[in-house]
């Protein structure tokens, strides 16, 4: 469920209806992208982007906090499982001891006391479990609802499901399920909110999401420590994701086509 929460989370950030651009070696389905982007905004506009702020006006600030907790708290138990798929021994006893910390002294893990304890905070997916192994990343995807993810986190997220708390609950605890799970939805976006005018600035928030979630990816399944551009054998540096974008499309800014809104 944690990895749901993050791409949740990832997702709402790329609510924002985007433009028009050909297809990139980053992103050969754009086309189809930019499509789901655009619904995803048109969900986020009408729906969730307005429960949202209903939300952070009536639920105190510390409650919201306490909501949060207590999401992290439960996704430990899906990054306990892929630091230890993914042999990091070192980690695993970091991660138990977190969540039953703030399970047994933070009330269910409403309050983070493993931070104040000084316990390290990690989260770990099946996609990074993937990546770690050396899985590629493949063609970069939107998902309906869940935003940006690509053709090795998507598929990823089944097992992380699985592997969730919630997962668990049995059948007459349905209702229990989808309470917490729409409640999860709901304060992710509650937290996102203040990035909504930063990516109202952009000239394209679709690309500017695109770059940002992949590069962020490549940052979590390097622990942090994601390799640097090397110069190739011919003397020439390895260029990053914005610099194959202006070597396609120059350094011109990417134009809506008439009648499409930024």
Not at 34 to 44: E, K, L, P
Not at 200 to 223: G, K
């Amino acid at each position: 469920m944690a990895r749901i929460a993050i791409c949740i989370l990832a997702g709402a950030l790329s609510l924002l209806s985007g433009c028009a651009a050909g297809p990139t070696r980053q992103d050969p389905l754009e086309a189809i992208n930019r499509g789901i982007y655009r619904f995803n905004h048109a969900v986020d506009t009408v729906v969730l982007r307005p429960v949202a702020k209903g939300y952070e006006k009536v639920v105190p600030r510390i409650a919201r906090k306490g909501v949060t907790n207590f999401f992290s708290n439960i996704g430990m138990v899906v990054t306990t499982f892929n630091d230890a798929l993914q042999l990091k021994g070192e980690k695993v006893p970091v991660d138990i001891m977190r969540f039953a910390t703030n399970t047994v002294f933070g009330l269910g893990g409403l309050i983070d006391v493993a931070s104040e304890m000084q316990i390290e905070y990690r989260s770990e997916d099946f996609g990074q479990t993937l990546g770690y192994w050396g899985v590629n990343s493949g063609p970069y995807l939107v998902l309906p609802f869940l935003g940006p993810s690509s053709l090795r986190d998507g598929p990823a997220l089944a097992v992380d499901m699985v592997v969730s708390p919630y997962f668990h609950l049995d059948d007459d605890s349905a209702d229990v399920r989808w309470s917490l799970l729409a409640l999860s939805v709901v304060n992710t976006r509650a937290n996102l909110l203040a990035l909504d005018p930063l990516l109202a600035q952009q000239v394209d928030p679709y690309s500017f999401v695109r770059d940002t979630y992949l590069q962020r990816r490549d940052y979590l399944i390097n622990d942090g420590n994601p390799p640097q551009p090397q110069d190739s054998t011919d003397g020439s540096r390895a260029r990053s994701l914005r610099e194959l974008e202006e070597e396609e499309f120059g350094d011109e800014p990417v134009i809506p086509p008439a009648g499409q809104q930024q």
